[in-house]
């Protein structure tokens, strides 16, 4: 049996969508409601596209697009 796990460390600690349970990211969410900006679970909905907008999409889709860019170019 393999039991070098140096791949799923990294994985676990760069890729807040991977299912480990060691890493979880809630963007910021406590932050806002220890701050009183959002003080109901139903406006967690309204929260959830400004993270769209302003964090996922410039952080981790422009990482998507490089990725998706050098793949589709063939480069070793």
Known sequence: ???DFSELNIMQLS??????GLYAMSNGLETVFDEKRITTVDEIPEF??????????????????????FAKDDEP
Not at 48 to 69: E, S
């Open 1 to 3: 049996m393999n039991t």
């Open 15 to 20: 890729d807040s969508f991977f299912p480990s």
């Open 48 to 69: 959830i596209p400004t993270i769209i907008t302003h964090q996922v999409g410039p952080v981790d889709c422009v990482a998507l697009i490089n990725a998706y860019d």
